[in-house]
């Protein structure tokens, strides 16, 4: 939920006041023998990189309409965003879900299935009950270690479509105003992000088709890496565990009561 204030003159006066205090701050500073360094300057703008902004964009915004604003607005999404606390981890819950929904169906269905023997039968069970729990884990394991450079992904593209480097400071500069008015009403602080700042109406970058974007570019980190763990990379490295598992003890305990 959005709070939105009457400030007719803001971005106004807020530029006033920054421009008039940065040149009376700088205004007896000598620079005569100061040494000057410069850095490298990236361009913000490139030919080269002007296809994958485009495509990047166009991606966000497919996410940000075609799944981001269904699955944040559902009743379900609602409800985990209230136990949890944590609207983000919506899209791994649900994909859980999802995968436990799947699973269960190839499993019940390889137990009945008829044609199969028994001990192949157990054997599937176990490769697909096993891909499942590895898949869950390391997706969340994954999706969990990545969170500090996605950030830092994400910040650069922010940066990037407002152009403004002092972009990071000015969310700071937000979160302490916002964390003075949580107190005045006797409100537990929240640590407010990039999406909460561009859906403000108060603030000079007020931006809610960027915060659909910045949304959809987390949807997208966690889209990718459930669906390459569960997809390629768990069922290629536990089949050869369902092996082994299904060798030492199902046909090791079947031979035996044969004997």
Do not use: C
Request: charged share 25%.
């Amino acid at each position: 939920m959005n709070v939105t204030f009457q400030t007719n003159n803001l971005n106004a006066q807020y530029n006033y006041r920054n421009n008039n205090n940065n040149t009376k701050k700088y205004a007896n500073v000598s620079y005569n023998n100061a040494p000057s360094f410069k850095g490298i300057e990236v361009p913000t703008k490139s030919s080269l990189l002007s296809p994958f902004n485009k495509g990047m964009d166009k991606l966000t915004d497919a996410i940000a309409k075609n799944y981001t604003e269904k699955l944040y607005t559902s009743r379900f999404a609602k409800y985990l965003a209230d136990k949890t606390e944590k609207l983000s981890s919506v899209v791994d819950h649900m994909q859980v879900l999802g995968s436990v929904i799947i699973s269960g169906m190839y499993m019940t269905q390889t137990l009945r299935n008829q044609q199969l023997d028994e001990e192949r039968k157990k054997t599937l069970a176990i490769n697909q009950g096993l891909t499942f729990a590895v898949s869950t884990l390391g997706s969340y394991l994954i999706d969990g270690g990545l969170n500090k450079k996605w950030t830092d992904l994400t910040n650069k593209y922010a940066i990037d479509r407002t152009q403004d480097k002092d972009l990071l400071n000015k969310l700071t500069e937000y979160n302490e105003k916002m964390k003075g008015i949580d107190e005045k009403f006797n409100k537990k602080f929240k640590k407010r992000g990039l999406v909460d700042y561009f859906n403000d109406k108060h603030e000079v970058h007020y931006d809610p088709k960027l915060a659909k974007k910045i949304i959809g570019m987390g949807v997208l980190k966690k889209l990718l890496v459930f669906g390459t763990v569960y997809r390629f990379l768990a069922p290629v490295a536990v089949t050869p565990l369902a092996t082994w598992i299904s060798n030492e003890f199902l046909h090791k305990e079947g031979n035996s009561k044969k004997a």
